[in-house]
């Protein structure tokens, strides 16, 4: 019972006319409910494959179709109801507090000169309880540690409510333990239906969570399919110029690379 | 149940913050009020209300000379402070102020080239001024199109200082041969700013453009917490970047231009006072925006007051907005957090 959210159509994409293109005839499909993780070394394009499926680039050739209708006839707001993105980092130089932050998430329910209401604290703080950080709610977000930002910036995606949740690198700062509970979550979330697409450098937590792989390379889709079935040694030695091993532990599979 | 309980905090927080803020416009209508009636005439000091109903002088003064002074002194503060905060939030630096795209070196051009060339009536000025911050506003525009380096607020940045570097070696060529008798002292109070010459007829001109302005940056309070995000995070949340960030520019410049060509340049207020309200009442704008308007009026207001009263001559109000804007920024910057928000 796979339901398509999201498809990319022969998609090929660059930033110049003068240059190169950046990714080319991408060709894949999000499944709704599933989580898909991005794999690919430095520069092989996730960015942008992300910031294509949000509507901020422009394919130059090919069409990019969620839940069927093209992209490019939703409203902005349409689709930051429906997309939300985790950034990796996100610089902050002025001091707000964790909710009023998470608040912004609402933006897109809201209308725009309106302003955030009970109801919209509420959903923050749910937001906030899922990632385990509604204690901090009214600290600063500049005197939090590095991991404690990052549950942030997911609680924010999380107040947006929304149906595709894309994140960058979402494990990067943080802790086992944190880790651990992120991928509870991503669980949970997927039984609620979201859909979740990842860019990770962590073979691990793909395994944990991720349903389907999409290995990207120079710009180019190297595979795409179910985990179990796609990804193998020779594969993940190519991506990462790198001989990978692949360990069957007990039915976990284990990767290892030093 | 807990939950219930901490969103009744957060009801009172914010409810907390709100009250400021309107205690805050209370006290600019009292200072106000007060104002009105303090001055040098007949002695320095408040006047009595007797010697005011009986001295026709006296009511001419008052409702002629000193009560659209006062309101453009409330509109040139809610103007810097508002535009100083809103490009500080959009351009992601505490160190942008209101007039740097251009702006303020531009009408500083216009108004010594207008003084050394054309004789200078206030009116001539005033023209001169306005024209010239367009002039440097658009350049900048232009410029940043143009460059090919760093992202498009990088851009602004740098052609700003290019423009304003440029017209500041034309005013000081100008100011090199302004005749040092009469044009050089009139170059200089004009660029130290002041209030002095606020007739109704100069405040009515330029209302249009400040209340617009103001308004619109008023109506996106919230809103500009989301545009000072980084570009593809205010994307992802609903927000069109480029063309509401330009449209928020742009009706911050506009007033800003408008009131430096009646007031000359009044510095450190558009750069200090957004500081001050983040300080008391957070970064967010929803809160932060109002306070710095009447924060800025306030600031304005009151040294404004001491610019007409204090010395039998005027001292020039961008000195004492720069002297006591240093102090009170130093003193609130180095108290312990005094925080409205709790």
């Known amino acids: 019972m796979n339901t398509p959210i999201l498809d990319f159509n022969d998609v090929t994409f660059g930033y110049s006319r003068h240059s190169a293109a950046v990714v080319k005839d991408l060709e894949f499909t999000f499944q709704r409910g599933k989580m898909t993780a991005i794999l690919g070394s430095n520069g092989a394009g996730k960015t942008t494959l992300l910031h294509l499926a949000l509507g901020i680039l422009t394919p130059w050739k090919g069409n990019i179709r969620l839940e069927g209708k093209d992209l490019g006839s939703f409203t902005r707001r349409e689709v930051g109801q429906r997309i939300a993105l985790v950034p990796q980092i996100e610089q902050m130089i002025y001091e707000y507090s964790v909710l009023d932050f998470i608040l912004m998430g609402r933006a897109p329910h809201l209308p725009t000169l309106g302003q955030p209401g009970d109801s919209d604290v509420q959903d923050a703080f749910q937001a906030l309880r899922r990632v385990g950080i509604e204690k901090l709610w009214d600290q600063r977000v500049s005197a939090l540690s590095g991991g404690e930002r990052q549950l942030v910036l997911i609680g924010r995606a999380l107040t947006q409510n929304p149906q595709i949740l894309f994140l960058d690198e979402p494990t990067a700062h943080l802790d086992l333990h944190n880790s651990a509970n992120l991928v509870q979550l991503f669980r949970q979330l997927k039984r609620e239906g979201v859909t979740l697409v990842i860019t990770s450098h962590d073979p691990q937590i793909v395994y944990a969570v991720a349903d389907d792989v999409l290995l990207l390379k120079g710009g180019r889709v190297l595979a795409f399919g179910p985990i179990e079935s796609t990804l193998n040694e020779a594969l993940l030695s190519e991506l990462y110029r790198l001989p990978i091993h692949i360990h069957d532990l007990d039915g976990k599979k284990v990767v290892q690379w030093l | ?342």
């Open chain 2, 1 to 342: 149940m807990e939950l219930e309980e901490t969103i009744q905090v957060v009801r009172t927080r914010t409810n907390h913050r709100y009250t400021w803020i309107w205690a805050l416009g209370l006290g600019l209508i009292a200072l106000l009020w007060v104002s009105l009636f303090f001055g040098r005439y007949p002695e320095p000091g408040f006047i009595h209300l007797e010697r005011l109903s009986s001295d026709d002088l006296a009511q001419r003064l008052v409702l002629n000379l000193r009560l659209p002074r006062l309101l453009t002194a409330i509109i040139l503060g809610m103007t810097l402070s508002a535009a100083g905060m809103v490009f500080q939030m959009l351009f992601n630096n505490p160190l942008v102020e209101p007039g740097f795209l251009g702006v303020s070196q531009g009408a500083a051009f216009g108004a010594a080239f207008c003084i050394v060339f054309l004789g200078g009536s206030a009116l001539l000025i005033q023209s001169f001024s306005a024209i010239f911050a367009f002039v440097g506003l658009g350049a900048s525009a232009f410029l940043a199109h143009r460059l090919h380096y760093g992202g498009w607020i990088l851009r602004l940045v740098l052609a700003g200082i290019a423009v304003s570097a440029f017209f500041s070696a034309g005013l000081g060529l100008l100011k090199y041969i302004a005749d040092p008798l009469r044009q050089l002292p009139e170059i200089t109070f004009w660029l130290l700013g002041s209030l002095a010459s606020i007739t109704w007829v100069k405040l009515i001109s330029v209302l249009p453009f400040t209340l617009i302005g103001l308004f619109v940056l008023f109506l996106y309070r919230w809103r500009i917490n989301i545009l000072s995000l980084s570009e593809d995070i205010a994307f992802s949340l609903g927000a069109n970047p480029g063309r509401e960030r330009t449209m928020l520019m742009v009706a911050a410049v506009l007033p800003t231009a408008a009131m430096i060509s009646v007031a000359g340049m009044v510095g450190w207020v558009g750069l200090i006072t957004p500081h001050i309200a983040r300080r008391l009442f957070g970064s967010d704008t929803r809160f932060s925006l109002p306070a710095t308007m009447l924060i800025g009026a306030f600031f304005t207001v009151l040294c404004d007051d001491i610019s007409r009263t204090l010395l039998a001559g005027e001292i020039p109000l961008g000195i004492l907005t720069s002297l006591l804007g240093a102090i009170v920024f130093l003193v609130l910057m180095m108290a312990r957090p005094i925080k409205v928000k709790a």
